[in-house]
């Protein structure tokens, strides 16, 4: 049972446009969310992260939004450049300990 | 330059014949971790190590082993490798378990077991 969820495997966006990657989880005891970016034959690298006491990060490009009573998070990347098109990973930490719990990724295709 | 490597980052072997995957990094970092990746899975966290010689399971620890004799170092071993094995597998450090968690990867080592 997955305790976070990414439904969409991949999401195509035309160059310029926004990019919004979606994230649901189960658990109500997480109290930190964070996305990594993956290219091919790399390994994830961190991207941005928020604390559950928080609605809303922004990091230049990227706002990484919370909704914490429908359990969402989605990561905004506005506008979409060709560079973004990569595997992009939701995390998630319980409070209770220090190990991260990953959702199965997104691809992201930028189309020029 | 900062970095987590992983050694070799590519590897195919036969079942039953144990290997070990090294991971070093130069942060200084007290944790390390070693992660799965599969295909509609995302990562699963192996085993973790909070600082030397404290290592402790992760989500899908069996047939898996782990050391951590000095910082830098955290090498994963595979007893007897079974095909169930083959996977994408990262080696991730940070300075702790704090408020940002930032995790440094390395490359990852893509292992088949026939």
């Known amino acids: 049972d997955q305790q976070v969820k990414q439904n969409s495997p991949s999401l195509s966006v035309q160059e310029g446009r926004i990019s919004i990657l979606n994230c649901d989880y189960t658990?109500?005891?997480?109290?930190?969310f964070l996305w990594y970016k993956k290219y091919p034959a790399e390994g994830p690298t961190f991207l941005i992260s928020?604390?559950?006491i928080k609605d809303k990060n922004e990091d230049g490009r990227f706002t990484v939004f919370l909704n914490k009573s429908a359990k969402h998070l989605s990561l905004h990347i506005v506008p979409s450049q060709p560079g973004d098109s990569a595997v992009y990973f939701c995390?998630?930490?319980?409070?209770?300990?220090?190990?991260?719990?990953w959702g199965a990724g997104t691809k992201l295709i930028i189309k020029p | 330059e900062a970095q987590v490597t992983q050694n070799p980052r590519y590897l195919i072997t036969v079942t039953g014949k144990k290997l070990t995957v090294t991971c070093s990094q130069n942060?200084?970092?007290?944790?390390m971790s070693w992660y799965r990746q599969d295909p509609g899975l995302g990562l699963r966290q192996i085993y973790y190590?909070?600082?030397?010689?404290?290592?402790d399971k992760g989500d899908v620890p069996e047939g898996y082993k782990v050391s951590r004799k000095e910082k830098r170092n955290f090498p994963l071993i595979l007893e007897s490798p079974s095909p169930n094995q083959t996977s994408l597998y990262f080696c991730?450090?940070?300075f702790g378990t704090g408020v940002s968690y930032e995790q440094y990867f390395g490359p990852g080592t893509r292992l088949t077991v026939t």
């Open positions: 658990n109500s005891m997480f109290d930190y």
């Open positions: 928020i604390s559950s």
């Open positions: 190590s909070m600082n030397v010689e404290v290592t």
């Open positions: 995390a998630a930490r319980p409070n209770s300990n220090y190990q991260l719990i």
């Open positions: 942060m200084n970092h007290e944790y």
């Open positions: 991730a450090s940070s």
